[in-house]
């Protein structure tokens, strides 16, 4: 922690001010790679003022200031085992100091450095306040401790190593209104097979109905068994966005996986419609390689329009979520750099 400070880009607040379905805005941040990250993280650890005045945070561990030699136009996507140590470390000072006070956060692994590792140490604080989670890395699990007021979560991956959710996530997440997954290439029909089991029980609770199965002990008493997933109440809109790969793609089995997963949502966008599912087919991009800078600048930009009252990755198509309190945005598309470590020209940008 002794290493001199890189800038962190610190935007304050702008003069409007007006209701927001994520989060009141009051402090946000936004920094990209190690030497920010260990900046940013020794800020916080040291001065629980600070901690408790940031509200929205954008984290990308990708540098693009750093090239990998044989892609000088790309961000490094290796890491050493060093790196791969403090990385851990910072991700559980930043999480430990924030997780009372955060609202909003969009973290940005490094690829090809196993990011859900530390991804599932964020899953592991206690996010008393988060309404907002948009989590970029290649490979997820679908893994949650407690989010007691989230409401709103974005998980952009390439695969989901358990494509099973598991059974307390009804629990873990009371609030979620909205869930959307982009970028799946073949995992996700065990998801939608356990959502789709879970809706009967559901439908059984809300008409205060028992649900589930009943099992007849030897003492002749019964006892109800819950199914082994519970959705969120709260839950009305699921964004399911599978990637298209092309015919080019080197492996012939993934492409017919491909072709099956795209086929069981289309399925599931039907049988769901009534209860706000949305299958939106995307072109496929590679998160371990030259898209990566992409997906940076991308979660930056739909990161900034949150702040400035926008929808985000949540589209006006996306549930309506524009109907339920967009302000204007004070920053055009024009004026962001696509960098995801640049100041993004918001209105009083500054360092810390």
């Known amino acids: 922690m002794g290493a001199p400070r890189a800038p962190f880009a610190s935007y304050p ?5 007006l209701p927001n379905p994520f989060f009141s805005a009051r402090s946000q941040c936004a920094g990209a790679g190690v030497a920010q990250m260990r900046a940013f993280a020794a800020l916080v650890d040291q001065s629980p003022d600070v901690a408790r005045s940031v509200r929205n945070l954008f984290l ?5 200031a750093t090239r990998d030699e044989k892609k000088s136009g790309s961000p490094r996507v290796s890491i050493t085992n060093e790196e791969f140590d403090t ?4 991700i559980l000072l930043i999480a430990r100091a924030l997780a009372p006070t955060l609202e909003i956060l969009s973290y940005v692994t490094l690829p090809c450095s196993e990011g859900r590792i530390r991804v599932n140490r964020l899953h592991g604080a206690h996010w008393q306040c988060l309404r907002g989670l948009m989590i970029h890395e290649p490979h997820l699990d679908i ?3 407690s989010y007691p007021s989230l409401r709103r979560l974005h998980m952009h991956t390439n695969s989901l190593f358990q494509d099973k959710l598991p059974r307390l996530f009804g629990d873990g997440c009371p609030q979620l209104t909205h869930w959307k997954i982009s970028r799946l290439f073949v995992d996700g029909v065990g998801l939608v097979d356990d959502i789709e089991k879970a809706w009967p029980y559901d439908d059984a609770i809300k008409r205060g109905e028992r649900g589930g199965e009943t099992l007849t002990l030897p003492n002749g008493s019964h006892v109800e068994i819950p199914p082994v997933l519970r959705l969120p109440s709260s839950l009305h809109h699921i964004i399911l966005q599978p990637a298209v790969l ?3 793609w080197p492996s012939v089995t993934i492409i017919r996986r491909n072709r ?4 069981r949502l289309k399925i599931f966008a039907e049988t769901g419609r009534a209860r706000g ?23 930056k930009r739909e990161w900034l329009e949150i702040l400035n009252g926008g929808v985000g990755c949540w589209t006006e198509e996306d549930g309506g979520a ?10 055009s598309a024009g004026q962001l750099d696509p960098s995801p470590m640049a100041d993004a020209g918001h209105p009083g940008g500054s360092a810390i």
Do not use: H
């Open 60 to 64: 990308s561990e990708a540098d693009t």
């Open 322 to 331: 524009a109907a339920e309190g967009k302000i204007e945005t004070s920053i």
């Open 13 to 17: 607040n702008t003069t409007t001010v």
């Open 246 to 248: 092309p015919e080019t």
């Open 143 to 145: 893994y949650f401790r």
């Open 277 to 299: 599912v949305e299958v939106q087919e995307i072109e496929a991009e590679d998160m371990n390689d030259s898209d990566v800078q992409k997906v940076c600048a991308q979660a």
């Open 87 to 90: 990385l851990e470390w910072l």
């Open 260 to 263: 099956a997963l795209r086929d």
